[in-house]
C-alpha cells in the first residue's frame, strides 16, 4: 500500500466553478475574488479581506502595511517557514528568533518578552500545525510595549482561540492556500483586517500603488494613473480565486474531517512507546493541518531512520520544521548567538504523518502498524 503525504481534494463542483470562471472576460480582479475576499470575511470574522498571490506575499503586504523598515525588529519563532522571517528581510528589517513551547510547537511569549529591544516594532506568531498560540500573553505583551501582532496563519483556516478565529487578534492575519493547506487555490493567500487604514494599503500596494485600477479605468473612460508608492504585481487571479471560493463552501466539512483523522492517528498510537502524538489546549481547537508527532529517544530509532523507513513502505511524511537559526542565510547574515534548547531538540524529534480529507481507514492503520512494526 501506498499512502502519500497529501492528496489535494478537487472535487467536481471545485472543477465547474473554475471552468466558469474562464468564460469570464476579466481574468483578474473579478467576481470569484470578490466572492471569495466576502466569504472569508464572514468565515473568519474580520471587516476586510484581501486575495493576493500567496501567503508569502500577505506577509510582505502586511509588514509594508506597518511600515516596517530598516533599523526596525520582528520578533518571530524559529521554528517556522522561511516566509516568516522573510517578509521582514523585504522590508528591510531584521527578524529576531524566540524559541517556541516544547509541547505545541508555538512561540514562547516569555521568550517574546525576552528579545524586545528599543527597536522591536512587531510579533509574527504562527499557529502551527492548526493550533493557535496563546494569544491572551502575546496581546498583553504587544499592548505593554506597543507592538504589533501579524498574524501567519497559514496553517490555521479555521483555528481558533477561546472562540476567537486566528486572523481576527492581530492588525492581520495571513492564510495560505498552498496544495497541501487546509483549502487550496494552487498558490494563493488571504489577508485579513479590521482596520481600515490597513486594508486600503494593502489593497493599494498588491495592485503597483496604482491609484485607478485597470477595471476602474475602463468604467470611467479615463486612462489616467499616477503610482503613489513602490507597489507590487500581488494580486489573485479568477481561476484560483474561483477555486478557492467553491473550497472555502466547504471548509468546515474539511475540518471535521482532518480532526476524526487525527482522533484516529491518538488512538492507535497513544501507547506507542516513543511517540508523542500531538499536544492539544483547552482554550482552543486543533484543525490538524499537521498531524506532527514526536519521536523520542525511548523509540530507540532516530527521527531521520524512522522517516527513511516509512518511505520505503510507500509512506510519505514531512519535517515541519528545520530551525531557521540553523538555516545559513540567516546564520551568515544575522550572526545568530542566542539558544533555542527547544526548537533545537523538536528539530529532531518531529515527524508530520501523512493528513488529508480524503485519507482511508486502511491508510490510516497501515502508517500506525507500520509505525508499530518499526
Not at 481534494?9 to 483578474?28: C, F
Not at 517578509?87 to 517574546?112: H, M, R
Not at 466539512?253 to 487525527?262: C, T, Y
Request: hydrophobic share 35%; with cysteine.
Amino acid at each position: 500500500m501506498k499512502v502519500p503525504y497529501f492528496i489535494p481534494w478537487i472535487n467536481s463542483h471545485d472543477k465547474k466553478t473554475v471552468l466558469n470562471s474562464l468564460g469570464q472576460r476579466w481574468l483578474t480582479n473579478g467576481i470569484y475574488q470578490k466572492k471569495f475576499e466576502n466569504n472569508t470575511k464572514k468565515f473568519i470574522g474580520s471587516k476586510f479581506a484581501s486575495a493576493v498571490g500567496s501567503a508569502t506575499q500577505g506577509l510582505h503586504l502586511s509588514t509594508r502595511s506597518i511600515d516596517i523598515g530598516p533599523h526596525d525588529e520582528v520578533i518571530v519563532p524559529t521554528l517556522t517557514f522561511a516566509a516568516t522571517a522573510n517578509c521582514v528581510v523585504f522590508c528591510g528589517g531584521k527578524p529576531v528568533f524566540a524559541d517556541v513551547d516544547y509541547d505545541t510547537f508555538n512561540i514562547k511569549p516569555e521568550n517574546i518578552k525576552k528579545n524586545i529591544t528599543k527597536k522591536t516594532k512587531a510579533i509574527i506568531p504562527v499557529h502551527y500545525g492548526g493550533q493557535s498560540c496563546n494569544m491572551d500573553e502575546i496581546l498583553e505583551i504587544a499592548g505593554e510595549y506597543n507592538l504589533k501582532i501579524i498574524e501567519d496563519c497559514a496553517h490555521a483556516l479555521g483555528s481558533t482561540y477561546k472562540n476567537k478565529k486566528c486572523g481576527v487578534m492581530g492588525v492581520t492575519g495571513c492564510f495560505s492556500f498552498y496544495p497541501t493547506k487546509v483549502i487550496t487555490t494552487g498558490e494563493g493567500g488571504m489577508i485579513t483586517t479590521n482596520n481600515p487604514r490597513i486594508y486600503k494599503k494593502i489593497e493599494l500596494l498588491k495592485s503597483q500603488a496604482m491609484n485607478v485600477q485597470a477595471k476602474e479605468r475602463e468604467q470611467k473612460t479615463k486612462w489616467k494613473y499616477d503610482i503613489v508608492d513602490l507597489g507590487y504585481n500581488y494580486r489573485m487571479d479568477e481561476i484560483r480565486a474561483a477555486l478557492g471560493y467553491s473550497q472555502l463552501n466547504r471548509v468546515n466539512k474539511i475540518n471535521r474531517m482532518r480532526i476524526k483523522i487525527a482522533e484516529q492517528y491518538n488512538k492507535l498510537l497513544r501507547n506507542v512507546k516513543g511517540v508523542e502524538i500531538p499536544v492539544k489546549m483547552k482554550d482552543r481547537n486543533h484543525i490538524y493541518h499537521l498531524y506532527s508527532i514526536k519521536i523520542t529517544k525511548e523509540f530507540h530509532l532516530s527521527r531521520d531512520e524512522v522517516f527513511d523507513k516509512l518511505s520505503k513502505k510507500g509512506i510519505g511524511t514531512s519535517v515541519q520544521y528545520t530551525p531557521l537559526h540553523k538555516m545559513s542565510y540567516y546564520k551568515n547574515k544575522f550572526k545568530i548567538k542566542h539558544y533555542f534548547p527547544n526548537a533545537n531538540k523538536l528539530e529532531n524529534e518531529i515527524l508530520c504523518l501523512p493528513i488529508f480529507p480524503t485519507m482511508e481507514q486502511k491508510q490510516i492503520e497501515y502508517v500506525c502498524n507500520t509505525i508499530n512494526k518499526i
